[in-house]
């Protein structure tokens, strides 16, 4: 039986706070019946020959579910994520958690999956154990001394539809499988030379293989009159065993702190005299052991210390604090093992707070040693109205959308002025009020350029003038595939001097084979000299070899191994957002002569262009023998678009223009990588398609709006 350390999620609800103690008006909850404390625990294995994640891994990948019986209600990608606290109105509820990587096939990317429903019981303590277990399928390959008597140079092959491993020889790794929806066999192929040089094959099937499972193939060889190839017999039994728990080492988020009713991670913008009374909540899971506070005006607002650790204090050093208008509250659950420390700051202390800008940081740590640090900023004005700067994921490059604050209730016609930095003459744009948020869109802008911009109403024009920098255009390098060079393998290259800069193709691996799959075409173009051609083909000596689709992409050709490759989508981005590709083609699709499960022989052919931004911080690595393939809809993905292609689209003298939108999943991340592929065969990925389907393409260009 094999033995693995496994993941686990703690999670415990806990009703409201009469398991704490007294309420004290609500002190920690934010509307809910009760409260969630998320716990997690997450390690990777230590026993098999393959990658070992790390505990940081493992929690940045953890994606953790909070779903209600009207659908998903809470996501947290990643433990640092998680709130210490989540209340929640009671009811009927279920976690899940995935972490790991779901791949295919893979040697060291491994899954983990739990489930586990829950309730929600207003004046009750609801504790749920969430332990992830690996998902994926495992095998192994084990041989008996006996058969290098009579086998040399062995391979054992597993897999399913979407993805392989070969085990060369002795390899003792383990292999990883997620297996296709609607299939539950690995099929494997033992092959190897005879001593008498010729071919050794032997296939078979394990059925029914299921999650958290590993499968050992052990290769015997027995003599004797059995004959099956060449005078052996060759035998393979498949040892079945489970993934079993050994070891659970808890990983918890750090400390979080934030604002009760307020969100510190913005100014708090306030009129002198009218600021009230200001919270802060703490929460953790264990014991806080120290929260730190500190700021450079405390000497001079009536504090008697610059800065003070609330659990390193003397008596009258907290007296000191508590008369200048400073109070705190800790509790600690032991049965739950959580903590909160709500800290006020009265209206005594910040009524008295002169017009100007105060900073007060926080640092908590816990006994686990994890840290936090936040910083409040509360800013004194008697002015009506303030403009407050922009985040920067909501800044494009010719559009942004101004933000302000109201600091009183009475005043009319608010409305921001925006100019470019340097120029004399403001323009005036109505605001939008929610409250005393103020906000308006911009747009028109001109790209890489800094604005500055005041908020208004009657009568006012706030003295504060912040600004912002449009974001830069950035267009693709050699979009018009203009510049072509040859590598010394005698691959062509769409770029100078015999390496891919920006784009590449398969012609790496094709012309081992003295084929280019991707070349230059002077007679078929939209402006230029040349558009690229992508050519889709049977690469290959007579049967031996395989089909390849016509392609390039924004990235890097790895390696060759065999008849498969090893590619990495994505080139290093200057963080911009477009808001489409656009660009030219001329498609001819021919009649599918290779299928596979998603496309059948006679078929017509059809063609693919897509385009993605990522910040998943490097490329993707895309390995035809495990089919591990770029996923548009995985966490990394910021922007997709994509276009298909069906029929004939435009002729070899008059290519077609098209726009491919690009959808944002998230407004509020920046890319650092950007992947386009395009594709003669859509499903090149698994080998087929059909060898006289052809694609042109010309000056690609990303539009900005």
């Given at each position: ?39 997690t ?7 098999y020959?393959?990658r070992?994640y ?15 019986d ?16 989540i ?7 279920v ?11 893979s ?6 999956k739990?489930y ?27 041989y ?22 070969v ?22 192929t033992?092959t190897g030379?005879?001593?008498d ?12 293989v ?23 017999l060759?035998e393979v ?6 993934v079993v728990?050994r ?8 400390p ?8 510190i ?9 009218k600021?009230?009374r200001?919270?802060v ?15 450079d ?23 000191g604090?508590e008369?200048?208008?400073i109070?705190w ?8 093992d ?24 926080f ?17 004194i ?5 303030v ?13 942004t959308t ?10 009319t016609?608010?409305?921001?002025n ?8 403001w323009?005036?744009v109505?605001?939008?009020v ?14 890489g350029?800094t604005y500055?911009?005041?908020a ?14 449009t ?10 595939f ?5 590598a ?36 078929v ?18 049967i ?22 090893t ?13 489409k ?15 596979c499960?998603?496309i059948?022989?006679g078929?017509?052919?059809q ?5 993605a ?8 690595t ?14 990394d ?62 000056d ?6």
């Amino acid at each position: 039986m094999r033995h693995y350390k496994n993941i686990l999620l703690a999670i415990t609800a806990m009703a409201s706070m009469t398991v704490i103690g007294c309420k004290d008006e609500s002190m920690f909850s934010d509307g809910g019946d009760g409260r969630l404390v998320i716990k997690t625990a997450i390690n990777s294995d230590v026993d098999y020959v393959s990658r070992s994640y790390t505990e940081e891994e493992l929690g940045n990948s953890c994606v953790i579910y909070l779903s209600s019986d009207k659908g998903l209600i809470r996501k947290y990608k990643g433990i640092d994520e998680v709130p210490g606290e989540i209340w929640l109105a009671s009811g009927h509820y279920v976690a899940e958690a995935w972490a790991g990587d779901s791949v295919s096939a893979s040697f060291d990317s491994k899954f983990f999956k739990a489930y586990q429903p829950f309730e929600i019981t207003s004046g009750e303590t609801t504790n749920v154990n969430l332990t992830c277990k690996i998902a994926n399928v495992l095998a192994a390959v084990k041989y008996d001394d006996a058969v290098d008597e009579v086998l040399h140079d062995y391979s054992m092959t597993i897999g399913h539809n979407r993805g392989q491993l070969v085990f060369e020889g002795k390899d003792n790794r383990v292999g990883y499988f997620m297996m296709p929806s609607k299939s539950n066999s690995l099929s494997w192929t033992l092959t190897g030379t005879s001593p008498d040089g010729s071919a050794f094959e032997k296939t078979g099937t394990i059925e029914n293989v299921k999650p958290a499972t590993q499968y050992t193939l052990n290769v015997k060889y027995s003599s004797g009159s059995i004959a099956e190839v060449g005078g052996l017999l060759i035998e393979v039994e498949v040892d079945e065993s489970e993934v079993v728990v050994r070891q659970e080492i808890q990983i918890t988020a750090a400390p979080q702190i934030r604002g009760y009713n307020f969100d510190i991670n913005e100014p708090l913008y306030c009129e002198s005299g009218k600021v009230g009374r200001k919270s802060v909540v703490v929460s953790a899971v264990g014991q806080l052991t120290s929260t730190i506070i500190a700021s450079d005006k405390f000497t001079t607002t009536g504090l008697p210390t610059a800065s003070f650790n609330i659990f390193d204090l003397t008596e009258t050093a907290k007296s000191g604090i508590e008369a200048a208008g400073i109070n705190w509250k800790y509790e600690y659950d032991e049965e739950a093992d959580v903590s909160t420390l709500k800290i006020n700051f009265e209206e005594s202390y910040l009524n008295n707070l002169g017009e100007g800008e105060y900073n007060i940081v926080f640092y908590a740590l816990d006994s686990a040693e994890k840290s936090k640090y936040a910083t409040l900023k509360i800013v004194i004005s008697n002015a009506s109205v303030v403009a407050n700067d922009i985040e920067r994921a909501n800044i494009w490059a010719t559009h942004t959308t101004l933000v302000g604050t109201r600091l009183k209730t009475d005043v009319t016609g608010e409305s921001f002025n925006y100019r470019r930095a340097g120029d004399s003459e403001w323009t005036s744009v109505a605001a939008t009020v929610d409250g005393n948020n103020m906000t308006a869109q911009i747009s028109g802008l001109t790209p890489g350029t800094t604005y500055e911009y005041v908020a208004a109403c009657d009568g006012f024009t706030s003295a504060v003038v912040k600004s912002f920098t449009t974001e830069a255009v950035y267009q693709l390098p050699n979009g018009g595939f203009e510049q072509w060079s040859t590598a010394s393998s005698g691959a062509l290259i769409p770029g100078a001097g015999g390496t891919a800069t920006f784009w590449d193709s398969g012609n790496h691996g094709s012309i081992t084979l003295n084929k280019n799959v991707t070349v230059s075409d002077s007679s078929v173009k939209h402006s230029g000299s040349y558009s690229v051609k992508l050519q889709s083909q049977f690469v290959g000596i007579g049967i031996i070899g395989k089909f390849a689709a016509g392609n390039i992409f924004a990235g890097q050709y790895g390696a060759t191994s065999g008849t498969n490759a090893t590619l990495y989508f994505g080139r290093t981005y200057n963080s911009t957002r477009p808001t489409k590709l656009r660009g030219w083609i001329y498609y001819n699709p021919g009649t599918v002569d290779y299928a596979c499960d998603y496309i059948s022989k006679g078929d017509t052919d059809q063609g693919h262009i897509y385009i993605a931004l990522s910040d998943k911080g490097s490329p993707w690595t895309i390995d035809s023998g495990s089919q591990t393939f770029f996923n548009k809809n995985a966490s990394d993905v910021i922007a997709y678009g994509e276009k298909f292609y069906t029929s004939t689209t435009g002729s070899t003298s008059n290519m077609v223009s098209f726009e491919i939108p690009l959808d944002y999943k998230a407004l509020n991340r920046i890319p650092t990588h950007i992947i386009i592929v395009a594709s003669a065969s859509r499903y090149g990925d698994y080998f087929a398609g059909s060898s006289s389907s052809v694609m042109n393409i010309d000056d690609l260009e990303l539009v900005y709006e």
